[in-house]
T-cell receptor, first 112, second 115 residues
Framework: GENVEQHPSTLSVQEGDSAVIKCTYS??????FPWYKQELGKRPQLIID?????GEKKDQRIAVTLNKTAKHFSLHITETQPEDSAVYFC???????????FGGGTRLMVKP | DADVTQTPRNRITKTGKRIMLECSQT?????MYWYRQDPGLGLRLIYY???????NKGEISDGYSVSRQAQAKFSLSLESAIPNQTALYFC??????????????FGPGTRLTVL
């Protein structure tokens, strides 16, 4: 089955700096890669996703890049703000999102 | 997102007890899921259901069972709870997004402690 690894497990940045979280996946048939944000005590919520036929997608301060050859994808957050502090999860699916395999999560801390 | 609700939100129980976690949704989605969250392990799929008559095991189904009582309701049972089932449990539903892929929407979670 699919295996998704996520790094780093914790990331601390200064407000205004950029943050990058990386994930690798094992199943070359994976075709959908969502990212979820989970604030403390809250439910995971989708923040951005990308399909395998797209190399990059951007939404304001967040962007996701996908390298199908290397089987890795990354989340980029620019101009970080304290409210970006949360746990971020990547996931991969080989069936259009019907089932997701999650990475272990990255705790991002943005210091004011 | 109040469209997916879970009860109870917190539960403390003892080893060997049977416990049921309930999930309801008003989104009208056909697909529902149960996940378990442990620190450092992300979200792991326990069971999923693509419609009322379709129930499937996920990655970690041992020790759990489910029931899909209606399109809107999906319950998770621990027949005989054990301490390593202490975790945060999330229910989720899914529907097609504009991307053409299915997006999953999570409930608020149930924190279960087994003593």
């Amino acid at each position: 089955g699919e295996n998704v690894e996520q790094h780093p497990s914790t990331l601390s940045v200064q407000e205004g700096d950029s943050a990058v979280i990386k994930c690798t996946y094992s199943d070359s048939a994976s075709n959908y890669f969502p990212w979820y944000k989970q604030e403390l005590g809250k439910r995971p919520q989708l923040i951005i996703d990308i399909r395998s036929n797209v190399g990059e997608k951007k939404d304001q301060r967040i962007a996701v890049t996908l390298n199908k050859t290397a089987k890795h994808f990354s989340l980029h957050i620019t101009e970080t703000q304290p409210e970006d502090s949360a746990v971020y999860f990547c996931a991969a699916s080989n069936n259009a999102g019907n089932m997701l395999t999650f990475g272990g999560g990255t705790r991002l801390m943005v210091k004011p | 997102d109040a469209d997916v609700t879970q009860t109870p939100r917190n539960r403390i129980t003892k080893t060997g007890k049977r416990i049921m976690l309930e999930c309801s949704q008003t989104k009208g989605h056909d697909r529902m899921y149960w996940y378990r969250q442990d620190p450092g392990l992300g979200l792991r799929l326990i069971y999923y259901s693509f419609d009322v008559k379709d129930i499937n095991k996920g990655e970690i189904s041992d020790g759990y069972s489910v029931s899909r009582q209606a399109q809107a309701k999906f319950s998770l049972s621990l027949e005989s709870a054990i301490p390593n089932q202490t975790a945060l449990y999330f229910c989720a539903t899914s529907d097609f997004a504009l991307s053409g892929m299915r997006t999953q929407y999570f409930g608020p979670g149930t924190r279960l402690t087994v003593l």
